[in-house]
């Protein structure tokens, strides 16, 4: 075969094509934007904002006794204001960056972006802006805090409360969210958290249940009436939850792919298989099933599936569903009745215990054909990310509110507003 200059001209540009195309000079290129995946990002960033508000606040609005409704959304409404503002000054940071430190950055980032600094309009984070990332990002970081506020829900003072968050997310989110998807020490043990199983409910759950206890419980618990006071506040409240999360599971794959598509099967049917269980549960045990335990058996089927959405198979999260459904019951019922603790709206015995069930499960039913990051999966791995977050979170939880009691001469409202309703005695407000 003769080899002139065309065809030596042709082989050159064939063997270019091929390098291009091949996986090392893949790996060498610069990311580019991927305008499908900014779409979809932008989409979950949104439905995640509407988890808190208006979906938590309403969710938590319902089930608190009338005098304490105003109050309770209001908490939501402000903790979404705090965490903003707290995460473009350093909780992005944070989490997010390295520290310069080999050792401090195995448990915290740096403050390398604090106020956004170097974030512009052509940052990528993979193949999407930095400013939709960090604000999807933020949106775990508003949603965390609000969550522990069911467990003190009327009788905490706003000063308290205001106080207590801000310290709680810089001093305990941001640096367990850095040890779990900053490249922290978590990241390095393999542990498995596909959306916020460790970093957002047994953190929320576990930093619940201190509160809980160190709060104490409320006035005429027991001997009170403190029935929901509207139950169709909170179907509609879990309803956007539920619709939410969609964002929260499928958005956390990064990307308009299958992996997106996965996730957000795995999350519909674990919640409705939990929601079942929980109906059935109760049924059985008070001979009705109520809206309430439906309500809550489908939230704690969203957060028991969460650290595995991405990671399993159908099969997988149908067993982690049933699961989370049926041990979120035991620890919002039994448990706490055995242990006498007031986590008024269940936010230890919702978001923790199927936070754990959940993020034990991933370590047994990983599926490598739904994500290879599972590879290696195990559950001993994740009993130590469960337990490094309880541990962590326990302590420096404690250690904070004893700081805001300090500085803000007690926690809880006085006995005599805590009588009126914190909705007159915190906010001069009411529900007429």
Request: aromatic share 8%.
């Amino acid at each position: 075969m003769k080899f002139d200059l065309k065809t030596w001209a042709g082989i050159g540009l064939a063997t270019g094509a091929a390098l291009l195309a091949s996986p090392a000079f893949a790996q060498d290129a610069a990311p580019t934007l991927d305008t499908g995946d900014t779409a979809w990002m932008l989409t979950s960033t949104v439905l995640v904002l509407m988890m808190t508000i208006p979906g938590l606040a309403l969710f938590y609005g319902g089930m608190v006794r009338k005098k304490n409704v105003i109050a309770t959304v209001a908490q939501s409404f402000v903790i979404t204001c705090l965490c903003t503002v707290l995460w473009v000054v350093a909780g992005y940071s944070l989490a997010f960056t390295t520290a310069g430190n080999a050792g401090l950055n195995q448990f915290v980032g740096g403050l390398d972006k604090a106020f956004l600094a170097g974030v512009g309009v052509d940052s990528l984070s993979g193949t999407i802006p930095e400013s939709v990332f960090l604000t999807f990002q933020m949106t775990f970081a508003i949603i965390t805090p609000a969550l522990i506020a069911g467990a003190f829900a009327e009788r905490m003072k706003f000063s308290s409360l205001l106080l207590f968050i801000g310290l709680w997310s810089l001093l305990v989110y941001a640096p367990i969210t850095h040890a779990v998807w900053g490249g922290g020490i978590m990241a390095d043990w393999g542990v498995l958290d596909f959306a916020g199983g460790t970093v957002v409910h047994i953190n929320a759950g576990v930093a619940g249940l201190v509160c809980a206890i160190f709060l104490g419980p409320r006035k005429g618990l027991g001997t009170e009436n403190m029935a929901p006071n509207n139950l169709v506040l909170t179907m509609i409240g879990a309803s956007l939850l539920w619709v939410g999360w969609f964002g929260f599971n499928a958005g956390s794959a990064v990307a308009s792919n299958g992996l997106a598509g996965m996730a957000m099967i795995n999350t519909q049917l674990a919640t409705a298989a939990a929601a079942l269980v929980w109906m059935t549960i109760e049924w059985v045990q008070r001979k009705k099933p109520g809206m309430l335990g439906l309500a809550s058996g489908a939230v704690a089927g969203l957060v028991a599936i969460t650290p595995a959405a991405g990671f399993v198979n159908p099969q997988g999260a149908l067993i982690i569903g049933l699961a989370g459904g049926a041990a979120a019951y035991a620890g919002s019922v039994w448990l706490k009745r055995l242990l006498k603790y007031d986590d008024s709206l269940d936010a230890f015995g919702v978001h923790g215990v199927a936070g754990i069930v959940g993020a034990l499960l991933t370590g047994v039913l990983a599926d490598t054909a739904v994500n290879s990051g599972g590879e290696g999966a195990n559950l001993m791995t994740q009993v130590y990310g469960v337990g490094a977050t309880i541990i962590y979170t326990a302590v420096a939880t404690t250690i904070i509110l004893w700081v805001v009691k300090l500085l803000t001469g007690g926690l809880r409202v006085s006995e005599e507003g805590e009588v009126e309703g914190l909705d007159m005695a915190l906010h001069g407000e009411a529900l007429h």
